[in-house]
């Protein structure tokens, strides 16, 4: 499975960023995906996911201001991210999950950055 991340960039706090995901070699369909985000110094952590079946669950500092989606036609899985904060800030990673939570296959990250 090949993905890769787009829409990352530079963005005052309080603004919005969308993020895509485009996967290939797979069946996207059945594959759960995940968004997870890597700040400097600080371990990966998971942000939201998105099951195969639509069902969506979020991380408590993101919900209530990132959307997760997905487009099966296009094999793709967005973040759309709201309220951005400061400590919002890191690499954000896409990736194909199994059993629903594990992580299998990784792009390369895009990075967001939230100015004060």
């Known amino acids: 499975v090949q993905l890769v991340e787009s829409g990352g960039g530079l963005v005052q706090a309080g603004g919005s960023l969308r993020l895509s995901c485009v996967a290939s070699?797979?069946?996207?369909?059945?594959?759960?995906m995940g968004w997870y985000r890597q700040a400097p110094g600080k371990e990966r952590e998971w942000v939201a996911r998105?099951?195969?079946?639509?069902?969506?669950y979020y991380a408590d500092s993101v919900r209530g201001r990132f959307i997760i989606s997905r487009d099966n036609a296009k094999n793709t899985v967005s973040l759309q991210m709201n309220s951005l904060k400061p400590e919002d800030t890191a690499v954000y990673y896409c990736?194909?999950?199994?059993?629903?939570?594990?992580?299998?296959?990784w792009g390369q990250g895009t990075q967001v950055t939230v100015s004060s």
């Open positions: 990736a194909t999950l199994r059993l629903g939570t594990i992580p299998s296959s």
């Open positions: 070699g797979s069946i996207f369909s059945t594959n759960a």
């Open positions: 998105i099951t195969s079946g639509f069902a969506i």
